[in-house]
């Protein structure tokens, strides 16, 4: 990948560290970590194509949607 597109996500990206990883989805822990981060960042959206997540639908307000979906919204 060209430095300067890893460059331009890094500026585009804020770093946050969970206070905690709580259990959310337990089909697949892995995914919890996903919703910590989401929530430590005060995320509007969670965009995935992980079934687990999808499935979940929301959590604490944060909607978790398909990148088909991220597109309509984000792009219309």
Aim: proline share 7%; no cysteine; net charge negative.
């Amino acid at each position: 990948m060209d430095r300067q597109v890893l460059a331009d996500y890094a500026d585009a990206a804020d770093l946050v560290t969970p206070l905690a990883v709580p259990s959310v989805i337990a089909a697949d822990p892995d995914d919890d970590h996903v919703i910590a981060a989401a929530v430590a960042a005060k995320a509007d959206l969670i965009v995935s194509g992980d079934r687990h997540l999808l499935t979940l639908g929301t959590h604490r307000g944060i909607r978790v949607i398909t990148p088909a979906e991220a597109v309509k919204i984000i792009a219309p």
